[in-house]
């Protein structure tokens, strides 16, 4: 019903946006970025004040009950990519884990050789690229970013130098793994991602625009028996 369809789209809203802000204020870095992710469904927002307009224009109608109606899939698309995500990160763990590290000074390459003051008084530090997959979790974060196809080069080719858990980085040691990993996570997120809410959307625009057109066609035939049997009364 049209009250059950208006609580599902602002239950939906309300939740995804908690999720935004509690991401974006527990971490930071690459969570907070990461968490931004969630903020693509905020567009939802406007459903809100469309529903108003939309009683005066049939076609802005149609595309309000699309978005209403897509809210549910959409949620359990979202599901399904959070696993995707999941499974991809595991993966990125087991070819990565513990490699993406480097001293901060760049003359140092072994890690046991990472300790003192370099050449500004400095304390040397070794420290992990951000993002990274050294755990599930961070690799999760990772693979959110990567979601998002935004700015993801410079993250593919710092994975291509990766060297192992006790070295820096040296160029393109890692290059045929770490590229066919990130090319694939990218093609299988907005495989995920964009296809198949595009599908949501579409097959629910011609469930809802065949709807409007036979209630059309139900008027006109309604309004064509009236005008009938008015021309018989007389």
Not at 37 to 49: A, E, S, T, Y
Not at 186 to 207: H, K, M, Q
Request: glycine share 8%; net charge negative.
């Amino acid at each position: 019903s049209g009250s059950e369809s208006k609580f599902s789209i602002n239950f939906f809203i309300v939740v995804t946006s908690d999720l935004d802000m509690l991401l974006s204020a527990v971490l930071g870095g690459s969570g907070a970025q990461a968490a931004g992710v969630l903020g693509i469904f905020r567009i939802f927002r406007v459903l809100r004040p469309l529903r108003i307009a939309a009683e005066q224009f049939p076609g802005l109608m149609v595309l309000v009950k699309t978005a209403t109606l897509s809210a549910g899939p959409l949620t359990n698309t979202l599901v399904m990519v959070l696993g995707v995500l999941c499974v991809l990160s595991i993966v990125g763990v087991q070819i990565f884990a513990g490699k993406m590290g480097s001293c901060s000074d760049t003359s140092v390459w072994v890690r046991m050789e990472c300790h003192g003051l370099d050449d500004d008084g400095l304390q040397r530090q070794w420290v992990s690229y951000d993002p990274n997959f050294d755990n599930l979790w961070q690799g999760f974060l990772a693979q959110m970013m990567l979601s998002s196809q935004d700015d993801w080069p410079p993250h593919m080719f710092a994975a291509t130098d990766v060297t192992g858990p006790v070295t820096g980085r040296f160029q393109n040691n890692y290059i045929v793994l770490a590229t066919v990993f990130y090319i694939f996570s990218l093609l299988i997120t907005g495989a995920v991602l964009v296809n198949t809410v595009v599908g949501i959307f579409v097959e629910n625009y011609e469930l809802v625009q065949k709807e409007c057109e036979e209630a059309q066609e139900r008027v006109a035939l309604t309004a064509s028996m009236k005008n009938t049997q008015a021309k018989q009364d007389m």
